[in-house]
């Protein structure tokens, strides 16, 4: 029996009335939304875009490294090499040595009086990275000649002048043993 003063419409099956022109009951914050169509408004499609638009602009810089960067990764791997030799003189107990051909790094072992090449060890460098010097306590390494670790801890200052894509790097080595990149 309907109450007095109310239209009655079709009853539910939970016992609550649907009223005609209203649309369904998870809408009724949102007027006419009855009888809208589905789909997205430009604002919401403008946000999409620009959201992905912030994403690929963070990845292009990740994906895409610029020079200074490429720089610093590849005089970054060839200091980690030199001190790996520098490590391996004073851990070994036996002098370790390396040399730069013209695109990768050797790593020399002195093993009853004669250099072996540590084919284990051998490094290519990377992006258009060469080494153009060598010096040792402010002397130039003729080329070949091997830059030697010691394994009494002492050594003598070195640096080791490369290019990268076109930009000067420098790896240095103190007395102590400490190797630090030096950019541009």
């Given at each position: 029996m309907?109450?007095?003063?109310?239209?009655?419409?079709p009853?539910?099956?939970t016992?609550?009335?649907?009223?005609?022109?209203?649309?369904?009951?998870s809408?009724?914050?949102?007027?006419?939304?009855?009888?809208?169509?589905?789909?997205?408004?430009?604002?919401?499609?403008?946000?999409v875009v620009?959201?992905?638009?912030?994403v690929?602009?963070?990845?292009?810089?990740?994906?895409?490294?610029?020079d200074?960067?490429?720089?610093?990764?590849?005089?970054?791997r060839?200091?980690?090499?030199l001190e790996?030799a520098?490590d391996?003189?004073?851990?070994?107990?036996?002098?370790?040595?390396?040399?730069?051909?013209?695109?990768?790094?050797?790593?020399w072992?002195l093993?009853?009086?004669?250099?072996?090449d540590?084919?284990?060890?051998?490094?290519?460098l990377?992006d258009?990275?060469?080494?153009?010097?060598?010096?040792?306590?402010?002397?130039?390494?003729?080329?070949?000649?091997?830059?030697?670790?010691?394994?009494?801890?002492l050594?003598?200052?070195f640096?080791?002048?490369l290019?990268?894509?076109?930009?000067?790097?420098?790896?240095?080595?103190?007395?102590?043993g400490?190797?630090?990149?030096?950019?541009?």
């Amino acid at each position: 029996m309907p109450r007095a003063g109310k239209a009655a419409g079709p009853t539910l099956g939970t016992g609550t009335e649907r009223h005609a022109g209203r649309g369904s009951p998870s809408s009724r914050g949102r007027p006419g939304s009855g009888n809208r169509p589905a789909g997205f408004t430009l604002v919401e499609v403008l946000v999409v875009v620009a959201i992905m638009g912030i994403v690929i602009a963070l990845a292009a810089v990740n994906l895409f490294p610029g020079d200074v960067e490429v720089g610093r990764r590849e005089s970054g791997r060839l200091a980690l090499a030199l001190e790996h030799a520098r490590d391996s003189a004073w851990f070994g107990g036996r002098p370790t040595a390396v040399t730069f051909d013209a695109d990768r790094m050797r790593e020399w072992r002195l093993k009853e009086d004669r250099w072996q090449d540590d084919a284990s060890r051998e490094s290519m460098l990377g992006d258009g990275a060469h080494v153009t010097a060598v010096y040792v306590e402010g002397q130039p390494l003729a080329a070949g000649e091997r830059l030697v670790f010691l394994p009494d801890g002492l050594g003598m200052p070195f640096r080791v002048a490369l290019e990268v894509r076109g930009l000067p790097w420098a790896i240095e080595g103190d007395a102590a043993g400490a190797v630090a990149v030096v950019e541009p």
